[in-house]
């Protein structure tokens, strides 16, 4: 027989697993560290990662795929190799691209998420100055 206390307690832990399991790659997203940056070589780009539900950042997120282009200045095609670097906060994701000219930059990101079954997709834009 389970006493008041276990009873609520089994309660909190199934409302939990039951919110945790409604969230979706939509409770996520990505943002600008630095939304302006200078233009050049080897330019280090940090994104965040956050649960919408939450307002708190994801750490330990699996980025898998990257990808840096000129696509809202209508140059899809002038496309930057993108690296990853060690991130010094947790939630935040950093990588080292090229932004030869000034311009608005298109970040796609994909990552695994821990404990979420889709892959989390986002685009972020940010602007390179001269």
Same mark, same amino acid.
């Given at each position: #027989?389970?006493?008041?206390?276990? /009873?609520?307690?089994?309660?909190?832990?199934?409302?939990?697993?039951?919110? =945790?399991? @409604?969230?979706?790659? &939509? %409770?996520?997203?990505? !943002?600008?560290?630095?939304? +302006?940056?200078?233009?050049? %070589?080897?330019?280090?780009?940090?994104?965040?990662?956050?649960?919408?539900?939450? &307002?708190?950042?994801?750490?330990?997120?699996?980025?898998? *795929? /990257?990808?840096? %282009? #000129? =696509?809202? %200045?209508? #140059?899809? !095609? @002038? !496309?930057?190799?993108?690296?990853?670097?060690?991130?010094? !906060?947790?939630? $935040?994701?950093?990588? *080292?691209?090229?932004?030869? @000219?000034?311009?608005?930059?298109? $970040?796609?990101?994909?990552?695994?998420?821990? &404990? +979420?079954?889709?892959?989390?997709? &986002?685009?972020?834009?940010?602007?390179? /100055?001269?």
């Amino acid at each position: #027989m389970l006493s008041k206390l276990s /009873t609520a307690a089994v309660a909190a832990t199934l409302s939990l697993v039951a919110s =945790a399991a @409604m969230a979706g790659a &939509g %409770d996520y997203a990505f !943002e600008p560290v630095n939304p +302006e940056l200078k233009k050049g %070589d080897d330019v280090t780009l940090a994104v965040r990662l956050t649960n919408k539900q939450t &307002g708190k950042t994801v750490p330990d997120a699996v980025i898998f *795929k /990257t990808r840096v %282009d #000129m =696509a809202p %200045d209508g #140059m899809a !095609e @002038m !496309e930057s190799a993108v690296a990853p670097l060690p991130s010094k !906060e947790p939630g $935040v994701y950093t990588f *080292k691209t090229d932004l030869p @000219m000034a311009g608005r930059y298109q $970040v796609t990101l994909s990552a695994k998420v821990q &404990g +979420e079954a889709e892959t989390v997709i &986002g685009k972020v834009i940010v602007k390179a /100055t001269k």
